[in-house]
């Protein structure tokens, strides 16, 4: 007879109630009662599953059916672990994923992504041994399994790459990582996508003896609905709710149809009829479903004035909502919620004091046979931050040289300069000869108005006009000092007109000009057998207490840039490892055999520390051979602070990890704290000439304090005692452990 209410009360009667227990539900392989999961906010949620139960025994290939974006793929993240519905109950293999003594995650449960979700650059035989190490497989285990599969899945040369085999090989080898540990339920998201029919049919038989023979429970979805017909169950899901959830046979006997598609089409419609408003279309299809008599139904024998639903406990029987929101073949219970278990919650201990060994190998192992595979890309990180360090030490801080500067010498013209002497009668030509030893290029002009232009027009920095009559006004101020007259005073003194836009040529040029003419002079004075320290400035300036006279801009930046280089390389090479793995599908799976996320943190840092320190040691050794760099004090309290702001580093890239998305967005976030940070933290300028309040943000800077430790040592010769040194190893700890926290925090909550 057609679906009516009117029949309502006679299906009612035919059905006999039963409540079910705990014990029951854990009986089977999934149980999952009330399930509700959303996205978004709570005033503008995204509803992916609602009011959803599903009931998969033990020893059953269930089939989940459903179309794209129907929540299947959330479904089964929940039920291995990785996500949390937001309410309702959930059981897989007799516990709650995720709580202590479940064993989940862990290797009792196969799961097998849409994604390939494995490393390209590993062998086929390589990939099974990292995955059986993780399930606590030995290697002659991994070995006598891979050999079984290869056979039954038809796999290709073990030995050969993943990235070189076609898109069918790698689904195979995917799905045989899944199998290989042979656990007790297998999750498999789209299987047998790709594959020829000989071979899929070879994998349905195979699911079907193990489950038979090990009574291994088998949850799949498929895009070929036919396909389940050979399922022991299947659920037909839409719009995240379960409608049916009964074997193939029975479901194409209830619905008289050859197929499961067309069961599935009248399931849909007759769920849009539980509203309330309901579309003539809809009653015409829905009016040829005829139900059959003597459903047995156990759970349906409740008052509907006490609650919105009448259920089916294990999927027996129909299922209509007061509200007229739903329709469904699958037990919605009515009976009231079950008391919570005691639930153990995780603490930071349970995360810090417990790495298992043979996790950590296969982990340790898997970090580096992905270094040496991809040896290019690892030689170009290595030799990065030593290309880094030779163009800054090549290009920054050195004493410009071949100026070019526009000369007027009225007195001289173009006649050569005599030699220095106390009756000389060109001095100023001796002077711009002492000039010319400073690398300057000199330039000569007829007039000071060419001189002058020169400069306007940006071919020459400054130009340096020599009056007529110079030497004779500059002899007559010797002489008479104060007492000199306002023409000798005039005619002694040279004129220069530089272009100060460029700040850092500008006052070289005036140290040129001022060293020049103070040598020139005291050697006058010498010819002239007068005390050459006559005319010399009443200031003197002693040997330096710490550096030399010779200390140019790059033996100060030095310290900020090697400190730099260690952080960020640091940071955006575990940031990106991080990422790439996590979001290729390969971490998730990791996770789900058992690894804990500390277990994965701690594998990147063994192996992340390794390449950073051989980049340190690479570009120290660059620095102290190649370019002779200084390093006054100890080398070992200059390696370690390197290392610790490397270290640093590395903990900071695994938070942008933990924060992030994906690589762009990590990128984004290094490249946005670069230059604060070099700006900021005395790499390039001295924090004492910023404003006072960006002086105090400064000091509390992860590399503020490192940078200026590192240049005590190096330049100072300074150990530990002294207060620069120590507060910069105590702020690199600092913030190490603040980055670690945050991190671990971040995974412990941060869900998906």
């Not at 079907?208 to 023979?213: N, V």
């Not at 710490?546 to 730099?564: C, K, S």
């Not at 000439?689 to 100072?716: C, F, K, N, Y």
Request: charge should be neutral; proline fraction near 4%.
């Amino acid at each position: 007879m057609p679906y009516s209410a009117g029949s309502l009360e006679m299906r009612r009667q035919q059905l006999i109630s039963q409540r079910s227990t705990v014990e029951m539900r854990k009986g089977h392989a999934v149980s999952v009662r009330r399930a509700y999961k959303r996205y978004g906010t709570k005033r503008s949620p995204i509803v992916i599953l609602e009011n959803l139960n599903m009931t998969v025994p033990k020893g059953t290939i269930y089939g989940l059916l459903g179309s794209s974006g129907c929540g299947k793929t959330t479904l089964l993240s929940c039920i291995i672990g990785r996500k949390k519905f937001n309410s309702g109950e959930l059981w897989v293999l007799g516990g709650s994923p995720g709580s202590k003594g479940s064993g989940l995650p862990g290797p009792r449960i196969g799961y097998m992504p849409q994604e390939i979700a494995l490393y390209n650059e590993f062998t086929i035989r390589e990939t099974m041994k990292y995955f059986g190490w993780i399930a606590k497989m030995s290697t002659e285990d991994v070995e006598d399994r891979l050999c079984f599969l290869t056979n039954l899945l038809m796999l290709p040369d073990i030995d050969r790459k993943v990235k070189n085999l076609s898109g069918g090989q790698q689904r195979r080898v995917s799905f045989a990582t899944v199998l290989l540990h042979e656990p007790e339920l297998l999750i498999l998201d789209e299987p047998t996508v790709g594959l020829d029919p000989l071979l899929r049919e070879t994998i349905w038989n195979h699911l079907t003896e193990i489950t038979k023979d090990r009574s291994t429970t088998v949850i799949l979805t498929t895009h070929y609905i036919e396909e389940t017909r050979q399922a022991g169950l299947i659920g037909l899901m839409r719009s995240g709710y379960i409608m049916a959830e009964e074997s193939p046979a029975s479901i194409l006997s209830r619905f008289e149809t050859d197929t499961l598609e067309d069961a599935f089409l009248k399931l849909s419609i007759m769920q849009n009829m539980g509203r309330r408003k309901r579309s003539i279309a809809a009653r015409a299809v829905a009016s040829a479903v005829v139900l059959p008599s003597g459903i047995v139904n156990q759970a349906l024998d409740v008052d509907d004035d006490h609650h919105h639903e009448i259920s089916a406990e294990f999927g027996d029987g129909l299922t209509t909502s007061k509200t007229g929101r739903r329709f469904s073949l699958v037990a919605q219970e009515a009976i009231p919620q079950l008391p919570q278990e005691p639930v153990h919650k995780a603490e930071l201990g349970d995360y810090l004091l417990h790495l298992e060994p043979r996790h950590m190998k296969a982990l340790i192992w898997k970090n580096f046979l992905w270094i040496l595979r991809n040896w290019p890309i690892m030689l170009t990180v290595i030799a990065l931050p030593v290309t880094q360090f030779a163009i800054f030490y090549l290009a920054v801080g050195h004493t410009p040289t071949n100026l070019n500067i526009a000369i007027v010498d009225y007195e001289s013209g173009d006649r050569d300069c005599h030699p220095l002497s106390c009756n000389g009668t060109r001095l100023g030509c001796n002077y711009l000869e002492y000039l010319k030893k400073k690398k300057i290029h000199l330039i000569r002009y007829e007039t000071e108005g060419d001189a002058i232009d020169a400069v306007n027009r940006g071919e020459t920095y400054a130009s340096v006009i020599v009056k007529e009559n110079y030497t004779t006004a500059l002899k007559a101020r010797i002489s008479n000092g104060r007492r000199s007259d306002e023409w000798d005073m005039f005619h002694s003194t040279i004129d220069v007109y530089r272009d100060a836009s460029v700040k850092d040529i500008s006052t070289f040029l005036r140290f040129y000009f001022y060293d020049s003419f103070m040598t020139f002079i005291a050697d006058y004075m010498d010819s002239c057998e007068l005390n050459r320290n006559a005319l010399k400035l009443p200031l003197q300036w002693n040997a330096p207490v710490y550096g030399t006279v010779e200390t140019d801009f790059t033996e100060f930046a030095t310290p900020g840039v090697l400190i730099t280089i260690a952080f960020f390389l640091a940071a955006a090479l575990t940031a990106v490892a991080m990422l790439v793995e996590r979001n290729e599908g390969i971490l998730e799976r990791s996770l789900v055999m058992g690894v804990s996320p500390v277990e994965v943190l701690t594998s990147h840092v063994v192996s992340e520390f390794v390449l950073m320190m051989i980049q340190i040691v690479a570009v120290t050794c660059c620095g102290l051979f190649i370019f002779r760099m200084k390093v006054m004090g100890s080398l070992v309290l200059f390696i370690i602070l390197l290392s610790l702001s490397g270290f640093c580093g590395m903990w900071f890239g695994f938070a942008l990890s933990s924060m992030c998305d994906n690589e762009t967005s990590a990128a984004y976030i290094l490249l946005g704290s670069f230059f604060p940070l070099i700006l900021l933290c005395g790499v390039i300028w001295p924090i004492e000439g910023m404003v006072h309040g960006l002086q105090l943000v400064a000091q509390v800077l992860p590399l503020t304090q490192p940078v200026e430790g590192l240049r005590s040592i190096m330049q100072r010769g300074w150990s530990m005692r002294k207060p620069p040194v120590y507060h910069g190893y105590i702020t690199i700890s600092m913030w190490t452990l603040l980055f670690i926290i945050f991190s671990v925090v971040l995974i412990k909550y941060k869900r998906g």
